[in-house]
């Protein structure tokens, strides 16, 4: 059978960078960071961090914002000197080598599969808003999560043209669900007597604040994923940079606002797990908290696409690099996406979708991000050695940037617990067989 008739290129033919469709401009880079960004974990977290931080949650998304902000600046300078496909694995196989990247490249792929799997598990939770079924029966729910990434798929697999416009149009809709949202809650609480609620005092310990700051860092978590798809990207030395600051900083307004408005309407808000709804309910009533439900279906649906059209490039740019199997790069010849991969990216996340829960998917992408982060900010120093005549962007203060992302994100590694170390652990076990795999083949060749 030809390669033509199986839809994919001959793997065996020497691999092409330019094979990839640059169709990503400056707006569509950042709103894909912001529809990744603003996803699912915003409409479920606010009661987790609410538990940890109480009336000071809100100031702690300023604190988790500037950290964040930190790691992204790192991100912007490291980021520009790439244009092919592959974001924090490609820059950790050029900064520390084949072995450090091979254990980030698998990191990546589990932090964004936990993080799209907690959005599927939250969709469902907002849906038995309008079917409470759903919830109740394992099967209808392990089928309507199968047949939901199936679609996103199916529409990513035909096109990036495809994808990009369809996060665009997802993340416009999120930010309007969102702005009604804040505007409704803060001039309900200003306007309505007997709205107000104080949030219980909580014990604000260096334990509480950290564990705070790693579930905000969950929320603010995918703007260094929109940077995987450099390779379908018009211009990312100079889009990049200027995304990243769009994004970061809207971003913080919105948790900022919606943290805000949850903690001060609801009673006992760390108890409820779909606090945004719950929330809109109080001051919007039984005809209005509907629409923010649906709002919060939307925004799920929108982060699943961001997240289908940029995490399979990670695997895709492993395999273009040796890294991985070389049929992980094969390229659909009509609509020049990366085929295989989105395939087995689909099947993998409806796998975590339906086996874990979104606690459990949050807790893991939430320490694999900071590893993630760590390793982004250890290579400004290094790549500015080796590569200091790169065309890139040039962060002004680039190496105090670099020492505080570090520090912030080691500082979080302190709250991983053992089921978080377990996962770790068999993750970098698979990643060393991975290396062990690579290297032999290149031997041999």
């Not at 915003?42 to 930190?70: E, T, Y």
């Not at 995490?311 to 199997?325: L, S």
Request: net charge positive; glycine share 10%; aromatic share 10%.
């Amino acid at each position: 059978m030809s390669a033509v008739e199986t839809g994919l290129h001959d793997i065996s033919a020497p691999l092409r960078t330019d094979r990839l469709v640059r169709a990503i401009g400056r707006w569509s880079l950042a709103g894909l960071m912001l529809n990744t960004i603003i996803g699912s974990a915003i409409f479920g977290l606010p009661a987790l961090i609410a538990a940890q931080l109480g009336n000071w949650s809100p100031f702690g998304f300023v604190i988790a914002g500037l950290g964040v902000g930190a790691i992204a600046a790192c991100l912007a300078e490291v980021a520009s000197q790439f244009t092919q496909t592959g974001g924090p694995y490609l820059y950790a196989r050029e900064a520390f080598g084949r072995f450090v990247a091979i254990q980030i490249g698998w990191l990546t792929w589990l932090s964004r599969i936990a993080g799209a799997a907690a959005g599927a598990n939250l969709f469902i939770a907002y849906l038995a808003a309008f079917a409470p079924v759903v919830e109740s029966s394992a099967g209808m729910r392990a089928g309507i999560i199968a047949s939901l990434i199936a679609c996103v798929a199916v529409l990513n697999y035909r096109g990036v043209g495809t994808g990009i416009r369809l996060s665009n149009l997802f993340m416009i809709a999120k930010l309007a669900v969102v702005f009604v949202f804040v505007a409704g809650g803060l001039t309900a609480l200003m306007s309505t007597t007997g709205l107000w609620v104080q949030p219980d005092p909580v014990a604000l310990t260096a334990s509480n604040w950290l564990d705070g700051l790693l579930l905000m860092v969950v929320a603010f978590g995918g703007f260094e994923a929109a940077v995987f798809p450099s390779g379908e990207s018009r211009d990312p030395r100079h889009d990049v940079p200027a995304a990243l600051m769009i994004a970061i900083v809207l971003a913080t307004i919105v948790y900022v606002g919606m943290q805000y408005v949850v903690i001060h309407t609801l009673v006992n808000a760390a108890t409820t797990t779909k606090p945004v709804a719950d929330s809109a309910l109080r001051f919007f009533g039984v005809r209005g908290a509907p629409l923010i439900a649906g709002g919060a279906l939307l925004s799920v649906v929108g982060y699943l696409c961001a997240n289908m059209l940029h995490t399979p490039r990670v695997i895709f740019a492993m395999g273009e690099q040796g890294d991985a199997p070389r049929v992980m790069a094969s390229v659909h010849p009509r609509f020049r996406t990366p085929a295989v991969a989105i395939v087995i990216y689909a099947v993998t996340l409806t796998t975590f979708s339906v086996a874990g829960s979104y606690r459990w998917n949050v807790t893991v992408t939430g320490f694999s991000r900071v590893l993630i982060y760590a390793c982004i900010a250890a290579a400004l120093p290094v790549l500015r050695r080796r590569r200091p005549e790169a065309p890139a962007f040039r962060l002004p203060a680039g190496l105090l940037f670099s020492a505080v992302a570090f520090a912030f994100a080691a500082a979080l590694t302190t709250r991983i617990d053992f089921g978080g170390l377990a996962v770790a652990a068999g993750t970098f076990l698979l990643a060393g067989l991975n290396w062990l795999w690579a290297r032999d083949r290149m031997s041999q060749a």
